[in-house]
């Protein structure tokens, strides 16, 4: 199993930066795919960023050269790095990850950390 803990969420104002923090309660060296998800009111759950174990990374179109998904092994701990904000990118921002135990695929969440961008 595997606990994640999010952070660097706040109130900004639009072109302003962000940068959001995924602390897990493991080592994330051996697990393969971790992410970054938001939820704005009365919208469904979206992926932002995800990134692999060897590096590569996949980003939503709404985001790209915006922001910048990263990780650091040595201090198990999941980056995203926000810029440019928009108005649009207010939500709660959710770090993400799976693992395939003996009952099949099982995902982890954080509790999610807020981030509201003002016009």
């Known amino acids: 199993q595997v606990q994640l803990v999010e952070s660097g969420g706040g109130l900004v104002q639009a072109g302003g930066s962000l940068r959001l923090s995924c602390a897990a309660s493991r080592s994330i060296f051996s697990i393969n795919t971790m992410g970054w998800y938001r939820q704005a009111p009365g919208k469904q759950r979206e992926l932002v960023a995800t990134i692999t174990s060897g590096g590569n990374t996949n980003y939503a179109d709404s985001v790209k050269g915006r922001f910048t998904i990263s990780r650091d092994s040595a201090k198990n701990t999941v980056y995203l790095q926000m810029n440019s904000l928009k108005p649009d990118d207010t939500a709660v921002y959710y770090c993400?990850?799976?693992?395939?135990?003996?009952?099949?695929?099982?995902?982890?969440w954080g509790q999610g950390t807020q981030v509201t961008v003002s016009s």
């Open positions: 993400n990850t799976f693992l395939f135990l003996n009952t099949g695929k099982v995902d982890y």
